[in-house]
């Protein structure tokens, strides 16, 4: 027997979460901050990445015009591995103790993984470039295939040269069908991780160990997939609750203003969340896929990660990858952790 959850419950559940996800939450890009088309072909020379990073000394000016160096912190500048470039480009301002984690890092990790039977699959640069990560494949990890939808995982390598993400490894699920992505970012350190401190030593796990524990987690989610698969989920307000619940948007009584008088609203979502909704729903019927996945609360979850990832109008929010690590990521989160919570209710 299905159980019912009203706007209110389903808000109540949305909100917290949000704030578990908020605990592990990623920054928001700023809209202006466009990242270059994340998927590139390695460079023949000197590594996957063209750029690099490296410490530099912070400067001020006093008022009578001399520079003097300031004590406990370095800017980290990024710049050209052929040494050609126009001036720096200072990614961010950083205590003296934060390690500059650079491409070498990462590439050198990759490389281990890739000689023990990984494959390189794809790298990027995120956050005006303050983030890198690279992308492999394995043979071995598992993947799920059914109607409307076919799961490959990709390990994800990520870290930042500012300090705001530890160097870690994690898993992206992407639907080959559709090219909806899903990253698992609540499990984050499957091969290594480690913090950005000059004393921080990497731990990378023995290769068996950390494909064993990729698989786990995959199975885990591909159970939880099936259950919302094998889930009903019908009728427009339920599916309108749940987008609102995803998204964090709320019926409310809002001023209004008419004939030049002031009145309160019947309870109802604000424009933007309107429009958002509307989104949703052109997803949830028209996407990729979603006629065969049919009316569950699967067929939902992947109205959610169609429209993050490619409804025109997050196109912009795509460039900027917020799709994978930012606003639109955290939005699929929710998604996922509502969508599991209904199922367990029904």
């Given at each position: ?37 994340l ?35 370095h ?74 939808t ?6 994800f ?23 909806n ?8 350190d ?18 068996e ?34 987008f ?95 969508a ?7």
């Open positions: 027997m299905d159980v019912i959850l009203n706007d209110a419950s389903i808000s109540k559940i949305a909100d917290e979460i949000m704030r578990q996800n908020d605990r592990e939450a990623i920054e928001e890009v700023p809209e202006t901050e466009l990242v270059p088309d998927r590139q072909e390695p460079e023949k020379q000197d590594g996957l990445f063209t750029h690099t990073v490296e410490s530099v000394p912070v400067w001020v000016e006093w008022n009578d015009g001399t520079f003097h160096k300031v004590s406990g912190f800017g980290i500048n990024r710049q050209p591995k052929s040494g050609q470039g126009n001036g720096p480009e200072i990614l961010h301002v950083a205590p003296i103790t934060t390690t500059v984690i650079g491409m070498g890092e990462l590439e050198s990790i990759a490389e281990q993984l890739i000689e023990a039977g990984y494959e390189y699959h794809n790298h990027g640069e995120l956050k005006s470039n303050r983030w890198l990560f690279i992308e492999l494949e394995h043979p071995d990890l598992p993947k799920l295939t059914f109607e409307g076919s799961l490959v995982p990709k390990m390598l990520g870290s930042s040269h500012d300090g705001t993400l530890a160097m870690k490894s994690t898993v992206k699920i992407v639907d080959t069908i559709c090219y992505t899903f990253m698992m970012n609540h499990k984050s499957l091969l290594f991780k480690t913090k950005h401190t000059k004393n921080a030593s990497l731990r990378i796990k023995e290769y160990q950390g494909l064993a524990d990729a698989s786990e987690l995959l199975n885990q989610y591909y159970d939880a997939v099936s259950v919302l698969n094998d889930t009903p989920f019908t009728g427009k307000a339920r599916i309108e609750q749940y609102a619940g995803s998204i964090g948007a709320t019926l409310k009584e809002r001023k209004r203003v008419s004939g030049g008088k002031e009145y309160m609203s019947p309870p109802e979502y604000s424009g933007k969340h309107k429009n958002q909704i509307e989104q949703l729903f052109e997803s949830y019927e028209y996407g990729t896929g979603q006629k065969e996945r049919g009316a569950t609360l699967w067929s939902a979850f992947s109205a959610v990660t169609d429209w993050c990832d490619n409804h025109e109008a997050n196109e912009k929010s795509v460039q900027m990858g917020t799709n994978l690590v930012g606003n639109r990521a955290r939005q699929k989160q929710t998604a996922w952790a509502l599991n919570h209904m199922a367990k209710s029904a």
